[in-house]
């Protein structure tokens, strides 16, 4: 099993939380999906996954819901 932390930027609420949750979850193997979220600020998604994930993938997931993922 593998863990990715992405720092996520734009989400206020539970919809938000629930948007990419979904999105991050029909990738290819990944088995969880938690998102910590801080209002105003950057939330953290921690994906767990079968083996490393495709970056390109994980961007346009996190993206396809309506949000950014903060680089560093």
Do not use: W
């Not at 932390?5 to 990419?20: N, Q, R």
């Not at 979850?25 to 979220?37: I, M, Q």
């Amino acid at each position: 099993m593998t863990t990715t932390d992405l720092k996520i930027t734009g989400m206020t609420c539970g919809h938000c939380v629930a948007s990419v949750t979904e999105e991050l979850a029909e990738l290819p193997g990944v088995t969880a999906v938690d998102v910590d979220l801080v209002k105003g600020g950057a939330s953290t998604a921690t994906v767990t996954s079968e083996s490393d994930l495709d970056p390109a993938a994980v961007r346009a997931a996190v993206e396809e819901a309506g949000y950014q993922i903060v680089e560093g």
